[in-house]
């Protein structure tokens, strides 16, 4: 009988191996792919995974946490990218990587359920050296992780109805290793302090490092309720990462970020950085005075 349990489902492939098969023939090829193979395996382990299966060029790996099932994702993109058995000349080896956390069916040393569905869809949603990841897997991370995520993209999965955000994992960052959440957090210690105050008529919110997440739509329990026919019930997010601002559309009609300088900008289902002070307008672009228009500050503490 299968026992119910939340699990961590991580894919990994490698990108076009038929194509390897053609350039580098059989022999070459296969023993490519094994090596592959072998660092995703040994990544799983090393961060507390177990490996269900292997097909062909692809495993499937459980984590008990979402935390653990990224360690390992990232040091199974960084150990393939530097493999000195994998440098083929003029034939690069890449692999890409989709993960999902939610409940499963655990039974007879598998796994079963739409969690496992969702997250393979993921893998066919990554590109050769992308980690990409759901809404519901970002909201297990611990802060750390969560910083190292953007949002790429909205999609209807095959199967589905419901329309999924989709994220990537920014492992290649310049202090992001296979240990990504305690080097980040010491890297931060070091940083001076800044904090990001919004503002409308009549409510304020402060993003520091202890509050680094903000929500901001129509819908009763974002962090900033702004209402409107063309701002969505969650609209954007702002997140603290590496001691910048950084706004993330999710809507339909997009974000526009005026600064005080008169430097304008648009984002729609994308990030960009915020500096300074100036203005933010969800769904049309901001105006002083009107009440759906969010002030924002920029300070060091």
């Given at each position: ?31 490519t ?18 490996v ?49 956390f ?13 969690t ?12 050769a050296?992308?980690i ?10 611990a ?25 990537e ?13 305690a ?18 008529p ?6 520091d490092?202890?509050?680094?997440h903000?929500?901001l739509?129509?819908?009763e ?16 997010r702002?997140?603290v990462n ?12 997009g ?27 969800l769904?049309?672009t ?13 300070e060091?503490?």
């Amino acid at each position: 009988m299968g026992k119910d349990i939340e699990l961590a489902i991580l894919f990994a492939d490698v990108v076009g191996s038929t194509r390897l098969f053609e350039e580098l023939g059989d022999v070459r090829a296969r023993d490519t792919i094994a090596t592959c193979i072998d660092v995703m395996r040994t990544a799983t382990e090393r961060h507390n995974g177990t490996v269900i299966k292997t097909m062909g060029d692809e495993v499937m790996s459980t984590f008990p946490s979402a935390d653990e099932a990224l360690n390992a994702a990232a040091q199974m993109q960084q150990q393939i990218s530097v493999h000195a058995h994998l440098k083929n000349d003029g034939h690069p080896v890449a692999i890409r990587i989709g993960c999902h956390f939610g409940p499963v069916v655990l039974e007879n040393r598998d796994v079963f359920g739409a969690t496992v569905h969702t997250a393979n869809r993921m893998t066919s949603q990554a590109k050769a050296g992308q980690i990409v990841t759901t809404a519901t897997t970002v909201e297990q991370l611990a802060p750390e992780w969560r910083a190292s995520v953007r949002q790429i993209d909205v999609a209807t999965l095959k199967g589905q109805g419901n329309e999924v955000t989709l994220f990537e994992v920014l492992w290649q960052t310049e202090d992001v290793t296979s240990m990504v959440p305690a080097i980040a957090l010491a890297g931060r210690e070091s940083r001076r302090a800044v904090r990001l105050r919004l503002r409308t008529p009549d409510q304020e919110f402060v993003l520091d490092e202890r509050r680094p997440h903000a929500s901001l739509g129509r819908a009763e329990d974002n962090d900033l309720v702004v209402k409107g026919n063309l701002i969505s019930r969650l609209h954007a997010r702002i997140e603290v990462n590496r001691g910048k601002f950084v706004l993330i559309d999710q809507s339909t009609n997009g974000t526009f970020v005026q600064s005080t300088g008169g430097e304008e900008s648009f984002v729609r289902r994308d990030s960009m950085q915020i500096k300074g002070e100036g203005m933010i307008g969800l769904g049309r672009t901001p105006e002083h005075g009107a009440p759906g228009t969010i002030r924002f500050a920029c300070e060091e503490v």
